[in-house]
């Protein structure tokens, strides 16, 4: 089975960056779409974007450019890279995957479209 392994939260200052990471394992990984959510407390997950395996890269229409998605094959490895943090991204945040074509699929029904999770990593901004 594909595993996620993810890591890179922790807590900044308002304005700070974080880069979380998503190790992908398992038969065929490099091949799936991998996309990122993340879910306030008592908040459904939602989906922020995706990339695929050729790169190509779908993000929610919500989702601020302060946030951007890129993957790194040699080292099995899915990043989100958040920049200017502000207190309202406080959130625990997830990586998961699926076959090409994930991020519409989350779109159109939500975060259960995913078929393989990471455990989540906090994320805390503060003032």
């Known amino acids: 089975e594909v595993q996620l392994v993810e890591s890179g939260g922790g807590s900044v200052q308002t304005g700070g960056s974080l880069r979380l990471s998503c190790v992908v394992s398992?038969?065929?990984?490099?091949?799936?779409?991998v996309a990122w959510f993340r879910q306030y407390p008592s908040k459904a997950r939602e989906g922020l974007g995706s990339?695929?395996?050729?790169?190509?890269?779908t993000y929610d229409e919500s989702v601020s450019d302060r946030f951007t998605i890129f993957r790194d094959n040699d080292k099995n490895t899915v990043y989100l890279q958040m920049s200017n943090l502000k207190p309202e991204d406080t959130a625990l945040y997830y990586c998961?995957?699926?076959?090409?074509?994930?991020?519409?699929?989350?779109?159109?029904?939500?975060?259960?479209?995913?078929?393989?999770w990471g455990q989540g990593t906090q994320v805390t901004v503060s003032s």
């Open positions: 998961a995957a699926g076959r090409t074509g994930l991020m519409q699929r989350v779109l159109d029904r939500g975060a259960s479209a995913a078929d393989f």
């Open positions: 398992g038969y065929g990984a490099r091949t799936l779409s």
């Open positions: 990339i695929d395996a050729d790169g190509t890269k």
